[in-house]
């Protein structure tokens, strides 16, 4: 079996537009652009948040959209913050949509949701040790 290291290298999305859908990330989120490459079969935008390595593939229009929630696959990915109440009041600053204002999900844990390009979920977290 092999041995993993408990670090993600990167996660995968795909996009009609994978310009538009990095400049999301990099306008929000604080993403930095790694990457582009366009050859005449492919279209992708590498993006990195913090250690997170995004790549972002463009898709043929016609391409099937996400399913709705709740459905199997990856739900959404995290973001953790050092102050959940400064981050969204700079993503609203930003006209960033939001699926779930913030709560208290358990002592020491706040968390929000937002809406990204191609309705990918993204959870906005804050740990605190209680």
Do not use: C, Q
Not at 19 to 31: M, S
Not at 105 to 124: A, K, M, N, Q, T
């Amino acid at each position: 079996m092999p041995s993993f290291e408990p670090v993600f290298d990167h996660i995968h999305l795909r996009s009609l537009d994978p310009d538009k859908a990095a400049t999301f990330y990099v306008d929000r989120l604080g993403a930095k652009v790694a990457d582009r490459i366009e050859t005449d079969k492919m279209l992708r935008v590498a993006i990195r948040i913090g250690t997170l390595d995004i790549f972002i593939d463009r898709v043929p229009d016609g391409t099937t959209p996400a399913a709705a929630r709740p459905h199997r696959g990856l739900e959404h990915f995290g973001l953790k913050v050092d102050d959940l109440d400064t981050a969204v009041a700079d993503l609203k600053a930003h006209g960033v949509e939001f699926t779930m204002e913030p709560v208290e999900f358990r002592p020491g844990l706040r968390i929000s949701f937002i809406r990204g390009p191609d309705d990918v979920s993204i959870e906005i977290l804050e740990r605190k040790t209680v």
